[in-house]
């Protein structure tokens, strides 16, 4: 239901060991739980629930009403739920505490990072089903293929990759973030550098299993943000239409330009705009120099305090800038950090996908339908 596929015999069919599957899957990792002492709170339940409402942006409450119109039991969510969080807490008790990244490793992945400078980003989002043994493979094979299929005819990537995905971005709705050539291994970087965004991939066989990638987007890398700025800005903002002819914007960037002239400082800067411009001129706040849109950004990244950037033609006017204050801090210890997690994840995804695999192998499974 979340992930918007049609509801007929054929879709049913061909979904029901997958789903067979996954429950299998959801009380193996409840009954390890509960064999090592994990224990989940009604609070820790509802905070999930609630997240899921906050994803799909959902009123509070229209979880519950969008369960009973699709006729699904509010505890399969509930119990599905309880057995992810369960097995998160499995997998941080046994493998965490294990997972060692050294210095030199971090050294050696900011190098990376570094050297791939100006190379192409990808913005992705995965779906992984793995096959464990030869004998899932067909299975495996067969529910991709029906998942590319229902994702053409308008499913939704996010709630198929949190519903069928084996990866540990499941949780996240499949999105792996900006990724460079390299990171993703040779099998599924033949594909990306073939595809377009908002691009689907076909079912994509690895060693591991079978991917779906979705391409969001590209961009250049930036490399590594080695500091950080924020910068207090003051805005100045003459209206102009989306459509007005070429010597109407000449116009206007020279008004904003004279304008932005008689002003010395922040102060002055606020009163000429309170005179001669719109009332959308004003305090920006402080913002970080990063977050800010690329064209903002690069009319201000070296503009020092009380200086102001020419005049930008914007959707619908001109404006110009006035850097208030500026400080700078270092973000190498954030870096380090940033990448050191990355790293801690990776292992603990790997690590949770082969725990799975023998907790199932060793377990008694009796399905009765």
Excluded at 115 to 141: M, S, T, Y
Excluded at 196 to 214: A, M, V
Excluded at 240 to 265: D, F, I, Q, R, Y
């Amino acid at each position: 239901s979340s992930s918007r596929l049609s509801r007929t015999k054929d879709t049913v069919d061909r979904l029901a060991p997958r789903i067979l599957n996954n429950l299998v899957d959801e009380k193996i990792k409840s009954q390890e739980a509960k064999k090592l002492g994990v224990k989940i709170s009604e609070r820790e339940i509802n905070k999930a629930l609630k997240s899921i409402e906050t994803r799909n942006k959902m009123p509070v409450g229209q979880l519950d009403k969008f369960l009973a119109q699709n006729q699904v039991d509010k505890s399969s969510l509930v119990d599905q739920v309880e057995a992810e969080i369960a097995w998160s807490k499995v997998i941080q008790r046994k493998f965490r505490s294990r997972l060692k990244i050294s210095e030199e490793e971090i050294d050696e992945k900011i190098k990376e990072i570094e050297g791939d400078k100006g190379k192409p980003e990808f913005r992705v989002g995965e779906i992984f089903l793995p096959v464990d043994n030869p004998a899932n493979e067909q299975e495996a094979a067969r529910l991709s293929q029906r998942l590319v299929k229902q994702l053409r005819e308008g499913g939704n990537f996010q709630a198929i990759a949190r519903n069928f995905s084996k990866s540990a971005t499941a949780s996240v709705g499949g999105d792996l973030g900006w990724v460079r050539l390299g990171q993703l291994g040779n099998e599924l970087d033949q594909h990306l550098i073939k595809m377009k965004g908002n691009q689907l991939s076909p079912p994509i066989r690895t060693i591991d299993g079978f991917y779906i990638l979705y391409l969001q987007g590209r961009r250049n890398a930036a490399g590594l943000v080695t500091s950080d700025v924020t910068v207090t800005l003051q805005q100045l903002f003459f209206p102009l239409a989306k459509e007005a002819p070429a010597a109407a914007v000449s116009n206007k960037m020279k008004l904003a330009a004279e304008t932005a002239a008689k002003a010395g400082n922040c102060k002055d800067f606020e009163a000429v705009g309170k005179q001669f411009a719109s009332n959308l001129s004003g305090s920006l706040g402080k913002v970080n120099l990063n977050k800010l849109p690329s064209q903002l950004r690069t009319a201000v990244e070296n503009l020092k305090a009380n200086q102001t950037s020419q005049p930008l033609r914007t959707g619908d006017g001109v404006i110009v800038l006035m850097v208030c204050d500026r400080s700078e801090t270092s973000a190498a210890d954030a870096v380090r950090k940033s990448i050191r997690a990355n790293l801690v994840q990776q292992r603990i995804d790997v690590s949770s996908r082969q725990y799975l695999r023998d907790v199932r192998r060793s377990a008694f499974v009796d399905i009765r339908l």
